[in-house]
């Protein structure tokens, strides 16, 4: 089992920046790759950023590229999501999710993100 914890949620203005936190804990050792997603009212959840734990490749959106960031902390068992020129088509539930080395996935339980003037 997995367990996560998002924080760093909140409201921004348009062109601010946020970094989201998600700690894991628990079997960390099985963690093969962890990601954000995001869900927006009336949406479908769609995925945000992804990395690889070995090798450390990375994936964006086309939407986010240029402007998010993901990285990990290995000491902290933490994954962040550095978020830059927000705007309002961010504003959304954002949540982490992980998967493991026998494929099982485990999500965190969102954090709302709101860009808004």
């Known amino acids: 089992q997995v367990q996560l914890v998002e924080s760093g949620g909140g409201l921004v203005q348009p062109g601010g920046s946020l970094r989201l936190s998600c700690e894991a804990s628990g079997s960390i050792f099985s963690i093969s790759a962890m990601g954000w997603y995001r869900q927006a009212p009336g949406k479908e959840r769609e995925l945000v950023a992804a990395l690889k734990i070995v090798g450390g490749s990375t994936y964006y959106a086309d939407s986010v590229k240029g402007r998010f960031t993901i990285s990990r902390d290995n000491a902290k068992n933490t994954v962040y999501l550095q978020m830059n020129s927000l705007n309002v088509e961010d504003t959304a539930v954002y949540y982490c999710?992980?998967?493991?080395?026998?494929?099982?996935?485990?999500w965190g339980q969102g954090t709302q993100v709101t860009v808004s003037s």
């Open positions: 999710r992980t998967s493991t080395d026998n494929g099982q996935v485990y």
